[in-house]
């Protein structure tokens, strides 16, 4: 599939988004707001949870005060007792209307990709609320479950499939977006639905369930957990940002030394995850993929005459291997996780006794010193001379998978920052 059909995938999501709140928001305005009370009550939660919202670009809810907030809004049957009659036009509104309050700081200092998140989250509100209230409105979910378990079990049930299509809608958008394989995508939404997203569902079944006894104060109170948590999960974030930046760090050491061409590991981290995104590794694998290749090269350090140009693919596979060595036990020393340093040190190792993360080290940082020391045409020489080493030293699978991603940038090194 070619570029313009990807990204008017992702603009049909947004057109879709977008021609949902104008609807529900023109019929909510038109026939006025019924539970003006439960409206302002989650209208401000929300908002709030949006204004508390995290711009860490990796994480897969950055507003789960917000999300829980909105599917609880969405599945809420009664409110202390009594019967609401909100329906699905009005609960769209409500939850973008303050969804639009609460990133209106955020759209002003320019964080985080906001149209992405709203329309996640109009078409994931509307989709448990279409799933939810027309079925309580003629009473049929109290013919299948009756009360007590029965209705708290189906509650969760929805919320599940809510999260099941939520995490298809943000894969399918991230796929439109950045060209990486979808079934790699969708398991980590699957797998980052397990984490933060159980909280979120958790919060949401619970306030929704809560509110149908104790009325608007459940709010709060239920509130509070999640609030916790994201706070502490914030921090979390940070400590491991504060982390990548050090690895980062010490990976400029060679650089600065004059061992390597500058950004050279740069541009082989950042080629080697689009590589290992293409063969389908996951989350925590690319994590170890990105670490290693920043480091691949700091064995280097220990050598008394640097290589010429950092250029260690020309070199003999016995000096090859002793870098790749000296580079591990430097690893190792600086406290990484132990996974990293065996994927450097086994990075010169012929590709059938390598992990798969070294097979994509070794590739990339192959293709990256062929391609510049070649000149015009390097990257299609650099590649040709990789397919000829694919007996020994390169996986095929991996020389291809990195000819694709190479094909899509039209043959161009990855930019770094």
Known sequence: MNRPRRLSALTLARAVAALVATVALGVTLWHGLDERGAAL??????????????SGAEQRESAPLAAAGALAYALLGENAGHATHDGVPQIVAVVTAASLLGCVPHVAKGRGPTADHLTRRVLTVGFAAVCFQPLYSQGRLGEWAGGG??????????????????????????????????????????RGTLGIGSAVCATGAVMALAVAVAGLWALPVFSLPLLLTQLSFRRYAAVRTTYRQTIASLA???????????????????LSRAVGRELGLS????????????????????????????????????????????GGAVVRRTGVAAEVAVVVERQADPYREQPISARIVRAVNAYEEKAREAGPGGPLKALEELRLGTARDYQPEVVESLARVLARDGLTLPLVG
């Open 252 to 270: 400029r050491a060679t650089e600065i030394a004059g061992y390597t061409p500058a950004g050279h590991a740069r541009r082989v981290a950042a």
């Open 283 to 326: 989350g925590p694998e690319l994590t170890v993929l990105e670490y290693a290749a920043l480091m691949h090269d700091i064995g280097q350090l220990s050598l008394v005459d640097p290589v010429p140009a950092g250029a260690t693919a020309v070199l003999a596979p016995d000096d090859q291997r002793r870098i790749a060595l000296l």
């Open 41 to 54: 009550a989650f209208g401000v939660l929300i908002a709030v949870g949006e204004l508390a919202r995290w």
């Open 149 to 190: 378990p029965g209705y708290a079990a189906l509650v969760v049930a929805l919320l599940l499939l809510t999260a099941l299509w939520d995490a298809v809608l943000a894969a399918a958008m991230a796929h439109a977006r950045t060209r990486w394989p979808f079934g790699p995508l969708l398991r980590d939404e699957l």
